[in-house]
């Protein structure tokens, strides 16, 4: 009986520390809010790539295949957004807002330009476009071990696919993270 209640004991203990770890961990740094300017204050850095103001007008619009459909030949970005066949995921504003600060990755991250420019064989693309601005970030990511951002070359990095990584479903994620491994 006494042996009994120390592992109850222990399991109730061992729970309490593992939902502590998680909730303090999935803190988020921003509730909903329609305020704009609390917004801004709290990730300044955000307009660089992504304007903050315009982040409740910002449409996010993911376009992917899996990674092992062979194609005839290398496809663009804009070629993988028109296929009948890829997998669509739109998110708007009003979703968006709730990761902003999870989005200020992009801008803060660094971009190494590849020293030898290869072609792209896209199998994700995503883009952030408004009504105004029409597209005002685009990120293409292909079988080789580099990135396309705005139509420049990048050496791959995880910043850019671990920011979509909320809005995908799961079995999704599973496929591409072979392809695109987190660190």
Same mark, same amino acid.
């Given at each position: 009986?006494?042996?009994?209640?120390?592992?109850?004991?222990?399991?109730? &203990?061992?729970?309490?520390?593992?939902? !502590?770890?998680?909730?303090?961990? /999935?803190?988020?740094?921003?509730? /909903?809010?329609?305020?704009?300017?609390?917004?801004?204050?709290?990730?300044?850095?955000?307009?660089?790539?992504?304007?903050?103001? *315009?982040?409740?007008?910002?449409?996010?619009?993911?376009?992917?295949?899996?990674?092992?459909?062979?194609?005839?030949?290398?496809?663009?970005?804009?070629?993988?957004?028109?296929?009948?066949?890829?997998?669509?995921?739109?998110?708007?504003?009003?979703?968006?807002?709730?990761?902003? /600060?999870?989005?200020?990755?992009?801008?803060?991250?660094?971009? @190494?330009?590849?020293?030898?420019?290869?072609?792209?064989?896209?199998?994700? @693309?995503?883009? &952030?476009?408004?009504?105004?601005?029409?597209?005002? !970030?685009?990120?293409?990511?292909?079988? *080789? *071990?580099? @990135? &396309?951002?705005?139509?420049?070359?990048?050496?791959?990095?995880?910043?850019?696919?671990?920011?979509?990584?909320?809005?995908?479903?799961?079995?999704?994620?599973?496929?591409?993270?072979?392809? &695109?491994?987190?660190?």
């Amino acid at each position: 009986m006494m042996e009994t209640n120390k592992i109850i004991i222990t399991k109730i &203990f061992i729970c309490a520390i593992v939902a !502590l770890f998680i909730f303090s961990g /999935c803190r988020r740094d921003i509730m /909903c809010t329609d305020n704009r300017a609390d917004i801004a204050q709290q990730c300044e850095s955000f307009p660089r790539l992504l304007n903050i103001e *315009n982040i409740y007008d910002m449409t996010l619009t993911i376009h992917y295949i899996c990674p092992t459909i062979l194609t005839r030949t290398a496809l663009s970005a804009e070629r993988l957004i028109s296929m009948e066949h890829a997998n669509r995921i739109v998110v708007y504003g009003s979703n968006l807002v709730n990761y902003v /600060c999870h989005l200020n990755k992009i801008n803060t991250h660094i971009l @190494v330009p590849v020293s030898d420019e290869s072609r792209l064989n896209a199998r994700l @693309v995503y883009v &952030f476009e408004t009504a105004e601005e029409g597209r005002v !970030l685009m990120v293409a990511a292909g079988l *080789n *071990n580099s @990135v &396309f951002v705005n139509g420049s070359e990048y050496e791959f990095t995880y910043v850019l696919f671990d920011a979509i990584k909320p809005f995908m479903p799961e079995e999704s994620l599973n496929t591409l993270n072979l392809f &695109f491994r987190s660190e």
